[in-house]
């Protein structure tokens, strides 16, 4: 399916991929922190061309070049111009909806400069509601879903502080039922936002319905999720601070396979992990240059009834000292039933390991600590 959008402003999405094509490169093999700094270097030296490339409505004219930088340097995330603040405009990195991703995303967001005309964001922003109007997905055959026909039923959850939606759109007859998610996905990121998608939204199905008091426009849905949030009064945190609590029913005899109970900001990964003897499946951070692991540390490091109070300490320490170097940072962590595990994102390579090898020796626990990775 050939799938386009038709909006009324200029934009440009792009995914960066993971391949260094472009003769750009370093003389080792970089680290994310590394990336983030070329990266930084280069775009106030751009940043005034593009903004009058953008205000002359070429802005497809920088697709080639600003894919070939990113490509090279910033490999793995997606990017788009839009609008931005005051009449300016907007760059965005994201991780599409992969958390490890966006939290690299996160990082290259804090480390931005201030350059004049320009606003920079770490995840797709809610198209302005003066464009949802209008707004669609071009599909083959000549065929347009737009987010003004595409009918939602809502139903309120408010125990899980989400809301489901049952969602239809009348060109999706004649669409393969496999593709329907990725339309939808599509327009709900537009009107939502990236995290505001994650956010809200609980459970979607799609499926030909009979609109009811329920049913409303997509484009409509923001305006409703307003409402539902001022009368419930959620206290809704952002995605990258959300941690999720879980309890392992079982253990197994493999790395990390005593884990009883934990909380996380990557509980799928943590899932994974201990799902396939200690290891991911695969890398979601492959040749970008930073690393998910993991400090595994005795269990009779922890006094009784004080193991809560303790891990969070070493876990406080760990993450003074990467953000202190713009190093990394703790996700979370997990108690076992022989060791207790805080999980870590390490974007600048051997050196962060050795900040958490030193911060570890520093609260004497050198010789009953070690560091795993997620994947081999």
């Known amino acids: 399916m050939k799938v386009s959008s038709f909006r009324m402003r200029d934009s440009v999405v792009m995914d960066s991929g993971s391949q260094n094509e472009t003769g750009q490169s370093f003389e080792h093999e970089p680290t994310f922190k590394q990336r983030v700094t070329k990266f930084w270097q280069w775009y106030p030296t751009v940043a005034e061309r593009f903004f009058e490339t953008i205000e002359a409505g070429k802005c497809g004219s920088l697709v080639d070049e600003v894919a070939e930088y990113c490509e090279s340097t910033i ?4 990017w788009v111009f839009g609008p931005g603040e005051n009449g300016g405009h907007s760059f965005t990195l994201s991780g599409e909806g992969q958390i490890a991703k966006q939290l690299l995303a996160e990082y290259w967001l804090q480390r931005a400069p201030e350059i004049p005309k320009w606003t920079f964001h770490a995840s797709r922003q809610a198209t302005p509601s003066e464009f949802v109007k209008g707004f669609a997905i071009s599909v083959d055959e000549g065929n347009r879903v737009d987010v003004d ?22 060109v999706l007859e004649r669409v393969p039922q496999a593709q329907h998610f990725t339309i939808l996905f599509l327009l709900v990121d537009e009107v939502l936002g990236e995290f505001g998608t994650q956010t809200w939204l609980g459970e979607i199905k799609i499926e030909p319905f009979t609109p009811d008091a329920y049913t409303r426009s997509l484009s409509d849905l923001p305006e409703f999720i307003s409402h539902v949030n001022t009368y419930h009064k959620w206290e809704k945190l952002p995605p990258l601070e959300t941690y999720c609590v879980y309890q392992l029913k079982e253990t197994k005899p493999s790395p990390r396979g005593d884990t009883v109970v934990g909380s996380s900001l990557i509980p799928k990964l943590v899932f994974d992990c201990i799902d396939n003897d200690g290891k991911l499946s695969e890398d979601p951070l492959k040749n970008m240059g930073a690393e998910l692991v993991y400090v595994a540390i005795d269990g009779s490091v922890f006094p009784e009834g004080q193991q809560s109070d303790v891990r969070a300490n070493i876990e406080d320490v760990l993450t003074d000292s990467l953000e202190k170097e713009l190093s ?3 996700l979370g962590g997990a108690f076992g039933l022989n060791e207790s595990y805080i999980d870590v994102l390490l974007v600048d390579g051997q050196e962060s390991r050795r900040i958490v090898s030193e911060t570890l020796a520093q609260l004497q626990l050198a010789s009953r600590s070690r560091i795993e990775s997620f994947v081999d």
């Open 75 to 78: 490999p793995g995330l997606s």
């Open 149 to 170: 026909g595409f009918q939602v039923r809502t139903h309120v959850d408010d125990e899980r502080q989400k809301i489901d939606i049952l969602a239809w759109h009348p």
């Open 328 to 330: 990394g940072q703790t």
